[in-house]
C-alpha cells in the first residue's frame, strides 16, 4: 500500500475512475466513501479527495440528497460525438482502403480474434480497448495524420462515458461479426462497402448506447439497483 496521501489519493482516483470507464460503477450510482474506503483497503481521506478530483474531471456529480454519484451521460453530446465520428470514421476508413496492407489485414484477423477470446472468457471490461486498438489500426492506415488524430482524439475524449460492452453485452458478438465484414472488404479493396460497413457498425454501437442510457435515465433508484444487480451477476 502506497505511504504518502499523495499517492494514496492517485491511487484510488485511477480505481474509481477505471471502475467508471469499465462500467462496474455505473452512470447515477451513488458513490458511498465508506464502503468504497472499506472495499479499496484505504481510509475516507484519500477517497474524498479521489471523488473530488473525479468531480473536476466530469466523471462524478454532487446531486442534493444524494452526494456523489457518477455523472450521467448527456444524451445530447453522445449523439452529436457519434454523429461526428461516424462521418470521420467512415471517410478514414475510406481513405484507408488502398493502403491498408497484408500485416493489417493480418493484424485485424488477430485483434478481432482476441475479442472473441474475451466474450468466451465474459471478459466483457477489456472489450472497449480492443474495439479501439481495432479500429485505430484501420484508421492509421490513411495518409492522412491530422484525421486520424482527430478521430484518436474523440476516443479519448469519449472515454469517461461507458464502454458499450460492459454495458450491453449482446452487442459484443455483433460487433464482432461486423469487424469481419469489414476486414473482407478491406481485404477484397472494395472501397464503398467498407464506408458503408463503418457507418453501420458506429451507427449500430450509438443506437444501443442511446437505448441503454434512456432506460438508465427513467428508471427509479430501485431499479437502478436491479439493472447493476443484474450486469454484475452476468
Request: hydrophobic share 40%; with cysteine; proline share 4%.
Amino acid at each position: 500500500m502506497p505511504k504518502d496521501g499523495k499517492t494514496k489519493n492517485l491511487v484510488v482516483y485511477e480505481k474509481l475512475r477505471q471502475g467508471i470507464i469499465k462500467g462496474t460503477l455505473k452512470p447515477g450510482q451513488k458513490l458511498v466513501m465508506a464502503s468504497l474506503a472499506k472495499s479499496l483497503g484505504f481510509s475516507e481521506t484519500p477517497v474524498r479527495e479521489a471523488i473530488r478530483r473525479l468531480e473536476s474531471d466530469g466523471y462524478v456529480t454532487f446531486t442534493p440528497h444524494a452526494g456523489a454519484v457518477v455523472t450521467r451521460i448527456d444524451d445530447r453530446e453522445l449523439s452529436e460525438v457519434y454523429l461526428i465520428r461516424i462521418s470521420l470514421e467512415a471517410l478514414a476508413t475510406r481513405l484507408a482502403v488502398p493502403c491498408i496492407s497484408q500485416n493489417d489485414i493480418a493484424w485485424l484477423k488477430k485483434k478481432n480474434e482476441e475479442m472473441k477470446g474475451a466474450v468466451r472468457k465474459n471478459r466483457y471490461e477489456s472489450l472497449a480497448r480492443l474495439n479501439k486498438e481495432f479500429h485505430l489500426r484501420i484508421y492509421r492506415a490513411a495518409p492522412y495524420p491530422r484525421l486520424y488524430k482527430m478521430i484518436s482524439d474523440l476516443w479519448d475524449a469519449f472515454e469517461r462515458w461507458p464502454s458499450i460492452f460492459s454495458y450491453v453485452p449482446e452487442r459484443a458478438a455483433t460487433a464482432i461479426a461486423e469487424h469481419e465484414e469489414i476486414i473482407e472488404a478491406l481485404s477484397t479493396v472494395d472501397v464503398d462497402r467498407a464506408d458503408n460497413l463503418m457507418k453501420e457498425q458506429k451507427k449500430n454501437t450509438m443506437n444501443a448506447l442511446q437505448s441503454y442510457m434512456v432506460q438508465l435515465n427513467t428508471a427509479s433508484p430501485m431499479m437502478l439497483e436491479e439493472i447493476w444487480q443484474k450486469q454484475a451477476g452476468r
